[in-house]
């Protein structure tokens, strides 16, 4: 990063590369608590393509699993697939933190599961 660049200039990216990133509408249908992680949950979610995903999602400390099934979120459905703590994710949940607490995001109103978001 050059002298007078802000961070925020340092993490620009082109319309293009924003437009390689699937996020979709997902609908959580199962979620449990990670048996190797205090701060993580696992979930499956309906992104729409006719079997579900399974997303771990550092969310514990704000949600409890029961209370996230039949939610809708946002994932990114193109992510490589990563393995947390043992336990592989095939998508992130998005979630904003205020350094306190943890929201995942959703949408205002409920949509079909792998609507896209733009």
């Known amino acids: ?9 340092a993490l620009t990216i082109s319309i293009e590369e924003f437009r390689r990133i699937a996020l979709r509408i997902g609908v959580v249908t199962e979620a449990h608590d990670h ?3 205090d701060r993580l949950l696992v979930l499956t ?4 393509e006719g079997s579900p995903r399974q997303v771990v999602a550092g969310v ?4 409890q699993a029961a209370e996230l099934v039949g939610k809708q979120v946002i994932v990114v459905a193109n992510l490589k697939p ?3 703590r043992g336990v592989e994710s095939q998508g992130m949940a998005l979630a904003a933190s ?3 607490s943890i929201v995942l995001l959703t949408p205002e109103r409920p949509l079909p ?6």
């Open 1 to 9: 990063m050059s002298q007078d660049a802000t961070p925020a200039q």
């Open 35 to 37: 048996p190797n992680a």
């Open 45 to 48: 979610v309906d992104v729409g």
């Open 60 to 63: 514990k400390g704000s949600y």
């Open 82 to 84: 990563a393995t947390l």
């Open 98 to 100: 205020d350094g306190t």
């Open 113 to 118: 599961a792998g609507s896209p978001v733009s």
